[in-house]
Structures are given as structure tokens and as C-alpha cells.
């Protein structure tokens, strides 16, 4: 869910790759990042997701995204040359339209019927099916 990241930590084991090989995040903010996160080890370091306002739930998640610095590849990509531009833009500039599309998209996502008995399974690492 877009905007989600508005909120949290995420550790450096999964932000070191955009901090060391990306181009599309700002020198300077991968450069303090690099100081606290090396290419290898301290991979628990916890940074926020939202550098401004890590734990209130606003719009500076895509005001960073603007400046090029989203913590996250997979967040600095919605606002990367492609169609998720428009958005992002949008809800930069707008709090109250990111608030009401991200609670659409949160009465959605509680319409989804989860696999349960023997059709899903819990997996102990979410990314392999165990």
C-alpha cells in the first residue's frame, strides 16, 4: 500500500544496496547513511522510513520521495520517471487526498478473503514457500 512507509523502520541489510549502487537517491543523504550503515555488517542499524516524521502517519513520506530520498529502493522507484510520478506528486502537495485514498485502499485490502486450513500456509520466511 502506498504511503504505508509513512511510518516505521527498516533495517540497513535492506537499504544498503540503494545507498551503495542506486543513482536515483540523493549524494547526501546516502553519504550520512553510509556513515552509520557499511557494506557489510550493522545490519540491524534501524533508520526511518520517513526521515522528517518517522512515527506520525502524514504526507512527508512523498515529500522525501520528491527530493530522492526514499530509505528503500522499492520506495524512491514510485517516483522514478514512470506512471507512480503523478501520484506521488499528488500526495506531496495534498494530505488530505493521501488520506482518503490510503484508507480506500485500507477498507480493500480487508475485503481480501486470506487462504485458511489446508489452502494457505503461515510461512516462517515470508519470501519461500516453506
Request: one cysteine or more; glycine letters at 6%.
Amino acid at each position: 500500500m502506498t504511503g504505508g512507509h509513512t511510518i516505521g523502520l527498516a533495517r540497513c541489510v535492506t537499504f544498503r544496496d540503494h545507498i551503495y549502487n542506486d543513482s536515483d537517491i540523493d549524494a547526501s543523504f546516502a553519504k550520512s547513511l553510509q556513515s552509520k550503515c557499511p557494506r557489510s555488517g550493522n545490519d540491524d542499524l534501524l533508520e526511518p522510513l520517513d526521515l522528517q516524521t518517522p512515527t506520525h502517519f502524514d504526507n512527508l513520506y512523498f515529500q522525501n520521495l520528491l527530493d530522492k530520498k526514499g530509505l528503500l529502493h522499492s520506495d524512491q522507484k514510485l517516483f522514478n520517471g514512470d506512471s507512480t510520478n503523478k501520484l506521488v506528486k499528488k500526495y506531496a502537495t495534498n494530505t488530505a487526498a493521501f488520506f482518503k485514498d490510503f484508507a480506500k485502499g485500507m477498507v480493500k485490502m480487508s475485503n481480501i478473503k486470506p487462504l485458511t486450513g489446508s489452502e494457505g500456509q503461515i510461512r516462517i520466511n515470508c519470501r519461500k514457500v516453506n
